[in-house]
């Protein structure tokens, strides 16, 4: 199909772009997670806390928390299909996540201007508890995640 054939509304565009960067996310696939909603500016991600993710206090690896926040954030930013990537981040860790725990990470742009952004990100349990708190601060660089599709103007 000739790429300029691809319908380059918004949602379309925000599908489009997290499964190309899913076929590439090897760190993604390797932890498990799924990709359950992506928007213009928004991602919804989901991790299953397995045995080998929890540290020596028997919880999950603040680290892998980090990941999860970190990728869904990395979906969001990237909705537009405009390479983005991050250039500072901050995590709050508010709970403990613990083995079987199925986490969800809900990014949401809160501030989209030139080639910056702001995107806060909140870690819950599937029963809703919030685990962690992350805000990634975003700039855009050259390229785009599908080469050779854009979104019209």
């Keep these: 199909m000739d790429m300029t054939t691809i319908p380059t ?9 997290a499964q190309a960067m899913y076929t590439r996310d090897r760190t993604a696939q390797a932890l498990g997670m799924r990709i359950v909603n992506v928007g213009p500016g928004t991602a919804l991600l ?7 993710m929890v540290n020596g206090h028997h919880i999950c690896h603040g680290g892998m928390i980090f990941t999860l ?14 390479n983005t990537v991050a250039s ?25 201007s030139g080639r910056t952004g702001v995107y806060d990100i909140t870690v ?19 390229g ?10």
Aim: proline content about 4%; hydrophobic content about 40%; some cysteine.
């Design 9 to 17: 509304e918004p949602q379309t565009l925000a599908d489009a772009t």
């Design 46 to 52: 989901s991790m299953k806390v397995r045995p080998d």
């Design 69 to 82: 926040a970190d990728t869904a954030f990395a979906y969001a930013c990237n909705s537009y299909n405009k």
């Design 88 to 112: 500072a981040c901050h995590i709050d860790f508010l709970a403990p996540a613990r083995e079987g725990d199925l986490l969800e990470a809900e990014a949401q742009e809160r501030s989209a």
């Design 124 to 142: 819950r349990t599937a029963g809703g508890q919030v685990v962690a708190l992350f805000r990634g601060k975003s700039y855009r660089i050259s």
């Design 144 to 153: 785009e995640v599908i080469a050779g599709l854009q979104q019209a103007d």
